[in-house]
C-alpha cells in the first residue's frame, strides 16, 4: 500500500521549477512558453571542458571533411548539400567568407611588403627619373582636358554657357573628379599611383562577391531546361570560388617560398588546374555529356571572363576617382 503513495517531495520540486528567461513552470527539457532548454547554470568545471573538447572536435571533423574534398573532389560538396547531406560539412557561406578572408589577407599584405621594399629602393638611389618622366606624361593628359585644370575655371566656364548647355548633375560629378585626378597627377603621380592600387584592392573583395550571383544567373541560363533552383547554382559558384581563393593563396604562398613572383610558371599552372577543376566540377553536379560539359563549361568562363573584365575596368575608375 506505501509503495502506490505518491512522493511528495519529488511533485513539490517539479512545481518550483521555472524557466530563468520567461518564468513558467517547467516539467521537461524544454521550456513550453519560450523554448528555453532546462539546464544547471553552474557545472562542474570538468564537465565544462569535456564540451569544450567536443565542440573542437565536432568543428574539427568538419573542417576536414570540408577542404579535402573540395581540393581533391570537384563538384563533391556542392552534390551533398542539394541532396541534404548538410550536417557533417561547413557551410559554403562559411566556407567562402573564411577562404576569402585569408586570401585577400594574404594577398594585401603582400603587396604592402612589395611597396616597402620599393620605396627602400628608391631612397636608396638619388636618381628619380622614373618620377620625372611620369610628370612629364601626365602633364600630356592635363592639355587634352581643353586646358581646364581646376575646379574653380571649370565653374566658370559652366557660367559662361547658356543653362541648357552646362552638364549635368552626373556630368558635373565626373568632371570635377577627374580634375581632381589631374591635379593629384601633376602634383604627385607616384603617390597617386599608390592611393589607386591600394583602393583597387581593397575593393576586390566586393567585386569578387558580386560576381557570385552572376556565376550563378549564368548557369541558370545555361541550365534553364533542368529547372534547378538558383540557390543551387550559387552553392555552386561558392563552390567554386572557394577552390580559387585556396588555389590561389596556395600559389602565393608556393612562390614566395620558391621565390617565384616575377615567374608566369605559377600562373599558367594554376590557370591549368583552374580549368580541369571546372570542367569536372560542372560534369559531376548537371550530369551531362561530355559536348555540352565542354561548350557550357567555355561558355561559362568566357562570360565570366568578361563580367570579370566590365568589374575591373569599373573598379579601377572608380579607385581613381576616389583615391
Known amino acids: 500500500m506505501s509503495e502506490n503513495k505518491p512522493n511528495h517531495s519529488l511533485i513539490k520540486e517539479r512545481e518550483e521549477k521555472v524557466c530563468l528567461d520567461c518564468g513558467a513552470s517547467l516539467f521537461g527539457r524544454f521550456c513550453h512558453e519560450c523554448g528555453q532548454e532546462n539546464i544547471e547554470q553552474k557545472i562542474p568545471i570538468g564537465t565544462a571542458l569535456l564540451e569544450f573538447l567536443n565542440a573542437f572536435t565536432f568543428y574539427d571533423s568538419k573542417f576536414f571533411k570540408t577542404f579535402i574534398p573540395l581540393i581533391i573532389k570537384p563538384g563533391f560538396l556542392v552534390n551533398e548539400h542539394t541532396s541534404g547531406k548538410r550536417t557533417q560539412y561547413l557551410t559554403p557561406a562559411k566556407t567562402y567568407f573564411f577562404l576569402s578572408f585569408i586570401f585577400f589577407l594574404l594577398l594585401l599584405s603582400t603587396e604592402t611588403t612589395k611597396e616597402a621594399d620599393l620605396v627602400s629602393v628608391d631612397n636608396s638611389k638619388n636618381i628619380d627619373s622614373a618620377s620625372k618622366k611620369a610628370k612629364r606624361e601626365h602633364s600630356v593628359l592635363a592639355i587634352t582636358t581643353d586646358s581646364i585644370t581646376s575646379i ?172
Open 152 to 323: 574653380k575655371r571649370y565653374d566658370s566656364v559652366q557660367n559662361t554657357l547658356p543653362q541648357d548647355k552646362r552638364d549635368g548633375v552626373f556630368k558635373r560629378w565626373y568632371a570635377t573628379k577627374a580634375i581632381k585626378v589631374v591635379e593629384k597627377m601633376q602634383e604627385d603621380p607616384d603617390a597617386l599611383a599608390k592611393s589607386v592600387n591600394k583602393q583597387f584592392n581593397s575593393n576586390l573583395p566586393q567585386l569578387v562577391f558580386v560576381l557570385v550571383p552572376i556565376v550563378a544567373l549564368i548557369l541558370k541560363l545555361l541550365y534553364l531546361r533542368k529547372k534547378i533552383y538558383l540557390i543551387d547554382h550559387i552553392t555552386f559558384a561558392l563552390n567554386i570560388h572557394c577552390f580559387v581563393f585556396l588555389a590561389f593563396t596556395v600559389m602565393i604562398l608556393v612562390s614566395i617560398l620558391f621565390g617565384l613572383e616575377s615567374s608566369s610558371f605559377m600562373a599558367i599552372l594554376f590557370l591549368l588546374i583552374l580549368l580541369v577543376y571546372v570542367f569536372i566540377a560542372v560534369k559531376r553536379v548537371y550530369k551531362q555529356n561530355w559536348f555540352f560539359t565542354t561548350v557550357k563549361t567555355m561558355l561559362l568562363i568566357v562570360f565570366y571572363c568578361f563580367f570579370l573584365s566590365i568589374g575591373v575596368l569599373v573598379n579601377t575608375l572608380y579607385s581613381l576617382i576616389t583615391a
